[in-house]
């Protein structure tokens, strides 16, 4: 099956809350693989690398992160990536 990897920009309340944990737990019961962080303008970015209808009801599912309040996903196709895991990455300080 083909994987796709696309770009997920989430932003509202989603720092501080757990959201890239939940993200994490979220990819690893789809088999997803990828990345999360979280950005200096206040939003978390999350790259993610699988099957385009797991890719599609991954993004679904990051609705039902607690604590977090979303107030907008903003999906962009990227270039094809491979990654070994799903993984929180902390931005550079």
Same mark, same amino acid.
């Given at each position: 099956?083909?994987?796709?990897?696309? !770009?997920? @920009?989430?932003?509202?309340?989603?720092?501080k809350v757990g959201m890239r944990n939940c993200i994490? @737990? $979220?990819? =690893?019961? $789809?088999?997803? @693989? =990828?990345?999360?962080?979280? $950005?200096?303008?206040?939003?978390? @970015?999350? $790259?993610?690398?699988?099957?385009? +209808?797991?890719? !599609?009801?991954?993004?679904?599912?990051?609705?039902?992160?607690?604590?977090?309040? +979303?107030?907008? +996903?903003?999906?962009s196709p990227s270039e094809p990536r491979q990654f070994e895991e799903f993984?929180?990455?902390?931005?550079?300080?």
């Open positions: 099956m083909a994987q796709g990897t696309m !770009e997920i @920009r989430i932003s509202g309340r989603v720092q994490r @737990r $979220l990819a =690893g019961k $789809l088999n997803i @693989r =990828g990345e999360v962080m979280n $950005l200096s303008d206040g939003t978390v @970015r999350v $790259l993610a690398t699988a099957d385009p +209808i797991l890719l !599609e009801k991954f993004v679904s599912m990051i609705y039902g992160c607690p604590r977090a309040v +979303i107030r907008d +996903i903003r999906i993984a929180v990455v902390r931005p550079e300080e």
